[in-house]
């Protein structure tokens, strides 16, 4: 991922933002931290450790300014893929990730016991999806056996007063999951407050609690992730058209506003051609 440079100084790799998927990121070069959940609570990490971010957990993250060479590997994956009808502890584990009724600790240092083994079992799921290698006895390998040292290495844990229905995650879900069928249309604020049975300015004052921006910046934020790996196959009109922009220019404008370059050399940087 391109790197942004804020106000701070800071190379940030990932705007605040959240979504279902579950999501693991080794960080291969370079030091940092990263921001969950709506507090200011920051979680540094080191070259080599892995981050694991929980379905709809508000994430976002920075390198180090005095460290010009950083770089990261991300997977994410829904976790419904632990749901296989013979392994009925990876089934409770989807589902219970899925309700918040447990969830993984953030951090995996580099220095900690079977890190070497968590990292083998991470670039097994990586490799197999990334590397047009297919390979789904290789990524399902990985997958078991990643979460297997999570759960023996003692960090998946209940989540306190996990039993009470959270409206606050209802919310969320309600929200990511229009985005996810609809973000490819043209949408306006009203139009999904009225399929979530809010009135427009009650809407928005939720979805800014929830969310910290307004719903337009986010649905933006949304559809340039989805367009970053269509990138890869696609022109930038059929992105733009795929992702749901109103044009090309639009889209040009709105990419290099959020990544800080053009689709252009984004595709470039990316595939190093």
Do not use: W
């Not at 240092?109 to 197999?128: G, P």
């Not at 789904?136 to 759960?151: C, E, K, M, Q, T």
């Amino acid at each position: 991922k391109y790197l942004i440079k804020d106000t701070f100084g800071h190379l940030t790799f990932a705007s605040p933002h959240n979504h279902a998927e579950f999501e693991i990121i080794l960080f291969t070069k370079g030091s940092g931290k990263v921001t969950i959940g709506f507090t200011d609570k920051e979680l540094a990490f080191e070259e080599g450790d892995l981050i694991l971010i929980n379905p709809f957990e508000f994430h976002g993250g920075y390198y180090d300014a005095d460290h010009p060479e950083c770089s990261h590997q991300c997977l994410d994956f829904s976790v419904s893929v632990l749901e296989h009808p013979l392994t009925t502890m990876a089934k409770n584990l989807a589902n219970s990730l899925l309700n918040q009724s447990i969830r993984c600790e953030h951090l995996f240092s580099h220095k900690e016991e079977r890190y070497e083994e968590l990292k083998q079992a991470f670039f097994d799921m990586y490799h197999a999806v990334s590397d047009d290698a297919e390979d789904d006895l290789l990524f399902f390998g990985g997958l078991f056996r990643f979460f297997s040292i999570v759960n023996s290495c003692g960090k998946i844990h209940t989540t306190p007063n996990s039993s009470v229905k959270d409206p606050n995650l209802d919310f969320i879900k309600q929200v990511l999951n229009y985005m996810e069928q609809h973000y490819t249309e043209t949408i306006y604020t009203r139009d999904i407050a009225k399929e979530l049975a809010y009135n427009k300015e009650h809407f928005c004052r939720l979805f800014k609690s929830h969310f910290a921006t307004s719903f337009t910046t986010y649905l933006t934020q949304f559809r340039i992730e989805k367009a970053k790996s269509l990138l890869l196959q696609e022109s930038s009109t059929k992105v733009a058209e795929l992702c749901g922009f109103s044009s090309q220019s639009n889209f040009a404008k709105s990419f290099r506003a959020h990544v800080g370059i053009t689709p252009a050399k984004y595709r470039k940087f990316v595939t190093g051609d």
